[in-house]
């Protein structure tokens, strides 16, 4: 027989259904207030630097580009203005000179008159005043101030996918590669540089050509793309060129002289060239204000003496190393530091080298990494502590990879390119 109406739930219960019906509610309370000490726990022991630590690197990394620029900013400025003062010097020096050649013109004739005596005069007194000028001059600097605005530095709150390589889409679109086209890619996060003989394209993510340019400087060895110069580089057999991705104009860079090259890549501040021969070197080029030499990384530094640096790439303040031993066919990749390459990890894949063609590997999200496997036909993701996570089979046979616009994965085949969506594991 019904007691009472519960209003929670609009039921009529007895005395004993009800008294159960309450120990239930109770015990429900109790196990929130469980629940709620174990979130209170776990939020007293959040490590707050583990997780902005990845971000406050940046930010850090951020700083010290910034104050490479300063510095390069500044020291350009000293050079143009002891170019100023000893250009003024130097034209003084110069005619104190054509004086002193008058002069022992005129000892060596021992012969002179009142005309060249008042013009010697006339000349000392002029060169007199002008370095009493000289030791005199004050430079006009006029300087602006640096000014910084909150959208210099973007921070979002968002969570990094890792990439879930077998459930890769199938290909969603496919970009066919004229014979005479070379296999390499670069992208500026949301467009893709592809080579279509006899042109370079610049395609968007639905691999629509946006413009087009003529390619006229034989092969492509790599290309990649500088955020500080926005723009692409792209690696000739022995040249190096910048390429405008607004107006795709091409700019060989004649700062730089000819080797023969094999891969590039570039840091915020640093653009990396391996050179194609055995016992590579890596060699350093300075971005900004002009590209120019830095060092050279030499064997047994950077590998071997019979080994072949293939390719390069920059992530996150480190450098990948794609290292093929011709002699024992054999690959493998490392990961090294950007500034000083100390090697962080080293992954030896278990794959034999038959064909005299180029490794290559692409960054993926959460510092981790993919190896495009040409001799077997797969990929191989590999994690951010060096380790094999993931093997797909793939065909046709890829040669080449790049992450593009967050969420695509673009691979270079014998044929052409084919785009792929990437579905994030949670």
Known sequence: MSRSLCHCCQQNLCLQHFNEYNKLSISHLNRFNNETNILDDRLKTLNILKIIGNSRRKLEQWREDCYTKIDLFFEQKCQELDRLANEKVHQQREELNRIQIKLTELNNAQKTTHQDIDLLISKMSQIRSSIMDLEET???????????????????????????????????????????????????????????????????????????????????????????????????????????????????????????????????????????ECASSIMEYILFPVIEFVRERKHPLVCKKDEFIVGVIYNNANLALMVMNMFKKSIHMELRNAKTLERIWLFQPDIVCTQKITFRCCSLTCDQWLIVDYEIGRLLQITTDGKLKETMKYYPYPYRAILFDQNKLALSTMNGVHLHTIHWHE
């Not at 540089?193 to 394209?201: E, G, M, R, S, V």
């Open 138 to 276: 004050c430079f006009k600097i006029t300087t602006h101030p640096l000014i910084l605005d909150d959208t210099f530095i973007d921070i979002k709150n968002t969570n990094d996918h890792e990439v879930n390589l077998s459930s890769l889409s199938h290909t969603y679109k496919a970009i066919h590669r004229p014979e005479g086209g070379f296999q390499s890619l670069a992208c500026d996060g949301q467009h893709l540089l592809i080579h279509q003989h006899p042109n370079l394209c610049l395609f968007d993510r639905d691999a629509n050509i946006i413009t087009q340019t003529l390619w006229s400087y034989g092969e492509i060895r790599d290309m990649c793309w500088s955020v500080t110069l926005g723009q692409f580089i792209v690696l000739g057999a022995n040249s190096i060129f910048c390429i405008n991705e607004n107006t795709m104009s091409i700019k060989e860079v004649d700062t730089i002289r000819e080797q023969n090259w094999i891969s590039c890549t570039c840091s915020e501040t640093v653009l990396f060239v391996a050179t194609n």
